[in-house]
T-cell receptor
Framework: QKEVEQDPGPLSVPEGAIVSLNCTYS??????FMWYRQYSRKGPELLMY????GNKEDGRFTAQVDKSSKYISLFIRDSQPSDSATYLC??????????FGTGTRLQVFP | DSGVTQTPKHLITATGQRVTLRCSPR?????VYWYQQSLDQGLQFLIQ???????AKGNILERFSAQQFPDLHSELNLSSLELGDSALYFC?????????????FGQGTRLTVV
């Protein structure tokens, strides 16, 4: 079992839709979580990170962590075609490395 | 622009050959991480260096090696290349490990082994 799992998608939604991207994790030792966005042929860029259970909001993006069920979510409101990318959830394992999910490919069509 | 520079952007080489990928971290960052991204495996951690010393190893093949130099740039050496080594190789840097700080990724080197 992978430590961080994501549905690879693709997820296709119309512009303006609310998008929900999800990850599950198995390692209870994970203390905080990150969401990265990766455009085609580019490096991942950090979108958000959150330390604890609950919600964190940044503009149109909301990250949610439920440690009791080991579930991580990223919500995108008013989705735009420019949001079309692969979204990766990740968790640091100690101070050595990030464990990534395989990513969910999102396509927002006009 | 993340501030992490990787060269070259693309590399095409034959099986059995050896290549070197280079990474310059963000100014002031001490940690450099190397990741491999293939279509079916996602981002896989290879190795981390911190201030010139190897700090952690992931699923790095024995044919692969890395080092971090005194100026903090890093090189990833891939030898006896096989078709399956074709992938995107990313370098990331951070200040001092991941505890509370984010990692910044370069644009990657696309390696094609033919």
């Amino acid at each position: 079992q992978k430590e961080v799992e994501q549905d690879p998608g693709p997820l296709s939604v119309p512009e303006g839709a609310i998008v929900s991207l999800n990850c599950t994790y198995s390692n209870s030792a994970f203390q905080y979580f990150m969401w990265y966005r990766q455009y085609s042929r580019k490096g991942p860029e950090l979108l958000m990170y959150t330390y604890s259970s609950g919600n964190k909001e940044d503009g149109r993006f909301t990250a949610q962590v439920d440690k009791s069920s080991k579930y991580i979510s990223l919500f995108i409101r008013d989705s735009q075609p420019s949001d079309s990318a692969t979204y990766l959830c990740a968790a640091p394992q100690g101070t050595d490395k990030l464990i990534f999910g395989t990513g969910t490919r999102l396509q927002v069509f006009p | 622009d993340s501030g992490v520079t990787q060269t070259p952007k693309h590399l095409i080489t034959a099986t059995g050959q050896r290549v070197t990928l280079r990474c310059s971290p963000r100014s002031g960052d001490l940690s450099v991480y190397w990741y491999q991204q293939s279509l079916d495996q996602g981002l896989q951690f290879l190795i981390q260096y911190y201030n010139g010393e190897e700090r952690a190893k992931g699923n790095i093949l024995e044919r692969f090696s890395a080092q971090q130099f005194p100026d903090l740039h890093s090189e990833l050496n891939l030898s006896s290349l096989e078709l399956g080594d074709s992938a995107l190789y990313f370098c990331a840097s951070s200040g001092a490990g991941y505890s509370g700080t984010e990692a910044f990724f370069g644009q990657g080197t696309r390696l094609t082994v033919v």
